[in-house]
């Protein structure tokens, strides 16, 4: 099994930052793909970023130029640095890791940290 532990979640004001971090333990031999999805009430989960273990990103146009994925292999911990945050950024983040063991592939999800950004 794999655990993921998210931390850095809070309360900021708008124009503030916060850094999530989500640490992964357990049977994580074949850890590929990390990233952050959110979940804002009454909406859909959507992805936030994602980072490859070669370290190829992707984010939505949303927080683009505002959010900084990063990942630290000898750690097994992917962070996101989120400046600029916007009320609009206000949901819970969610960790997902991708364990590829060939020729399939298991994602796991954190227990999810909420993002409060008041204006």
């Known amino acids: 099994q794999v655990q993921l532990v998210e931390s850095g979640g809070g309360l900021v004001q708008a124009g503030g930052s916060l850094r999530l971090s989500c640490a992964a333990s357990?049977?994580?031999?074949?850890?590929?793909?990390m990233g952050w999805y959110r979940q804002a009430p009454g909406k859909q989960r959507e992805l936030v970023a994602v980072?490859?273990?070669?370290?190829?990103?992707n984010y939505a146009d949303s927080v683009q130029g505002r959010f900084t994925i990063s990942r630290d292999n000898a750690k097994n911990t992917v962070y996101m640095q989120m400046n600029s945050l916007k009320p609009e950024d206000t949901a819970v983040y969610y960790c997902?890791?991708?364990?590829?063991?060939?020729?399939?592939?298991?994602?796991?999800w954190g227990q999810g940290t909420q993002v409060t950004v008041s204006s």
């Open positions: 357990g049977s994580i031999f074949g850890l590929n793909v």
């Open positions: 980072i490859t273990t070669g370290d190829r990103t």
């Open positions: 997902k890791v991708r364990i590829t063991i060939l020729p399939s592939s298991t994602d796991y």
